[in-house]
């Protein structure tokens, strides 16, 4: 089955606990991304990767790193996390990189930040 | 930049009637228009797109037009049903290096029976 899979699916920390959340897909997409989804203000880009080892910044890349070292995986580093890093996130990919198309949202990862 | 506003929610409906949601949008260029929606505790899933001017996008029963001249995508749908009671963001994509997706701030629909 064609997916995007994202692990934890929920996570409780404390300020300070680097952590990284996976996430992997199986559709041999070139493009990944990262958003965070906020109330009241939709989800927004934090970092994307247009291949292998082709990364750059989003809308909100502050406190966050990612590396793309194979096709299928692309996590999500918090070196330090603080509160205000508490959001829901989502790990996307589509197939090309050349053209807007659609994109493929993993589950989403629930993350406390305490 | 670009963005997209949607109309705020809740939107509540009861079973068999008529769901408007308005979307509209300020971009450069000429972006292609999305519809997601996202069921409790799901990820974001496409419900409809159009990539150019007067396309319609459709897809279980869920109409949208990608009007230029307004600058708008509003989504439509004949008769809801209690399970189409979601989140429904509105979208856009253009042809930048960056591809992301800009999304509105969403509206949840609740359908009663």
């Known amino acids: 089955e064609a997916q995007v899979t994202q692990n934890p699916r929920y996570l409780i920390t404390v300020t300070g606990k680097k952590l990284t959340v996976t996430c992997s897909q199986n559709m041999n997409h070139e493009y990944m991304s990262w958003y965070r989804q906020d109330p009241g203000l939709g989800l927004r880009q934090i970092y994307y990767?247009?291949?292998?080892?082709?990364?750059d910044k989003g809308d909100v890349p502050e406190g966050y790193k990612v590396s793309r070292k194979e096709k299928r995986n692309f996590p999500l580093i918090l070196e330090s996390p603080s509160p205000n890093q508490t959001s829901l996130y989502f790990c996307?990919?589509?197939?090309?990189?050349?053209?807007?198309?659609?994109?493929?949202f993993g589950p989403g990862t629930r993350l406390t930040v305490l | 930049g670009d963005s997209v506003t949607q109309m705020e929610g809740p939107v509540t409906l009861s079973e068999e009637a008529f769901l408007t949601i308005n979307c509209t949008y300020t971009a450069t260029g000429y972006p292609s228009l999305f519809w997601y929606v996202q069921y409790p505790g799901e990820g974001l899933q496409l419900l409809l797109k159009a990539t150019k001017a007067d396309d319609k996008g459709s897809n279980k029963g869920f109409e949208a037009t990608y009007r230029k001249e307004t600058t708008s995508f509003h989504l439509e749908k004949g008769s809801v049903q209690v399970s189409d009671s979601a989140v429904y963001f509105c979208?856009?994509?253009?042809?930048?290096?960056?591809?992301?997706?800009?999304f509105g701030s969403g509206t949840r629909l609740q359908v009663q029976p």
């Open positions: 979208a856009l994509s253009d042809y930048t290096g960056r591809r992301a997706l800009t």
């Open positions: 990767s247009m291949n292998v080892e082709v990364t």
């Open positions: 996307a990919s589509s197939l090309s990189s050349a053209t807007p198309d659609t994109q493929y």
